[in-house]
């Protein structure tokens, strides 16, 4: 099993220019999350997912959108980048029975500049 | 919502010796509190966890602790080694209600020689 993978693994983006991160796991999990996380700030949420075709708002969800059309996949979009979003994203999956624990994928490293 | 808390920010203690990561939450419905580990560069992953109805939990060299009435746990590594230094951090949920966890900021770990 790959466990989580993040695609890609750095990516620099110009002011206002479009992307998507994308997450996959192959661990049959329900639950998908992604974070970011910036020096002192610890992990922040941005979207999560409880299912497939579901999705819902974290702390920080202003500037970007999610879709989990396959159980497998949640993808992150970007449609306008700004500099405040000059951070490393990592996604998370979790199956939210007998373990609570999340598997986190190896994270990506976005500039915008 | 879930506000949890965490310190110190940084710590640093010789080889051998102990060190302990208190945090705080917010929620008195909380019931899970899992800490995960951060080695730099890598993405973070669960070293130990707890629930409400248990007090001490061991795990060779690591062990935490949970005191629900002033609603505190922490993380105790003893005997501390080089490869123990890395970001940890502490997370809380009510798994009644909630799908999300709530992270701490981080505790940035140095095992001096």
């Known amino acids: 099993n790959a466990g989580v993978t993040q695609t890609p693994k750095f990516r620099v983006l110009k002011t206002g220019q479009s992307m998507t991160l994308l997450c996959a796991q192959d661990?049959?999990?329900?639950?998908m999350y992604w974070y970011r996380q910036d020096p002192g700030m610890g992990l922040r949420l941005i979207h999560y997912?409880?299912?497939?075709?579901?999705?819902a708002k974290g702390e920080v969800p202003d500037g970007y959108n999610v879709s989990r059309l396959k159980k497998q996949n949640f993808l992150l979009g970007l449609e306008s980048a700004a500099p405040s979003q000059t951070s490393v994203y990592f996604c998370?999956?979790?199956?939210?029975?007998?373990?609570?624990?999340?598997?986190f994928g190896p994270g990506t490293r976005l500039t915008v500049t | 919502g879930e506000n949890v808390e965490q310190h110190p920010s940084t710590l640093s203690v010789q080889e051998g010796d102990s060190a302990v990561i208190k945090c705080t939450y917010s929620?008195?419905?909380?019931?899970?509190f899992p800490w995960y580990k951060q080695e730099l560069g890598k993405r973070p992953q669960l070293i130990i966890d707890?629930?409400?109805?248990?007090g001490e939990k061991k795990d060779q060299r690591i062990a935490v602790t949970l005191n629900k009435t002033a609603k505190h746990f922490s993380l105790h590594i003893t005997e501390t080694q080089p490869e123990d230094s890395a970001v940890y951090f502490c997370?809380?949920?009510?798994?009644?209600?909630?799908?999300?966890?709530?992270f701490g900021t981080g505790t940035r770990l140095q095992v001096t020689l």
């Open positions: 998370a999956s979790s199956y939210e029975a007998d373990s609570l624990e999340q598997y």
């Open positions: 661990m049959n999990h329900e639950y």
């Open positions: 997912s409880v299912g497939e075709g579901t999705t």
């Open positions: 929620d008195s419905a909380s019931n899970y």
């Open positions: 707890i629930r409400s109805n248990v």
């Open positions: 997370a809380a949920i009510d798994t009644g209600t909630a799908s999300k966890l709530t």
